[in-house]
């Protein structure tokens, strides 16, 4: 079983950025395939980002250019830096892992000036 806790969620206004954190513990190995989800009120969670072995990275058309997903071993850490953030980047976002079917328990992203 492995454990994920977010962090570093907050208000931010349009044009800001904030890096998540996503803590891995439990039956701990190296991250090899993980990713962030998002949901906003009313609609359905969203992937965000996708970190592979490899470090290959897959990304949602609408944050391409300005999110940036990376992971530190050492750690057993995953991040998601978001710069230039906008209004529809409002919404609880979710670090989730493929090969245990493991979810966080999510951290709020507030973008409003």
């Known amino acids: 079983q492995v454990q994920l806790v977010e962090s570093g969620g907050g208000l931010v206004q349009p044009g800001g950025s904030l890096r998540l954190s996503c803590a891995a513990s439990g039956s701990v190995r190296n991250i090899y395939d993980m990713a962030w989800y998002r949901q906003a009120p009313g609609k359905e969670r969203e992937l965000v980002a996708r970190?592979?072995?490899?470090?290959?990275?897959i990304y949602v058309d609408s944050v391409k250019g300005r999110f940036t997903i990376s992971r530190d071993n050492a750690k057993n850490t995953m991040y998601l830096q978001m710069n230039s953030l906008e209004a529809e980047d409002t919404a609880v976002y979710y670090c989730y892992d493929l090969l245990s079917d493991s979810w966080g328990q999510g951290t709020q992203v507030t973008v409003s000036s």
């Open positions: 970190i592979r072995t490899g470090s290959r990275k």
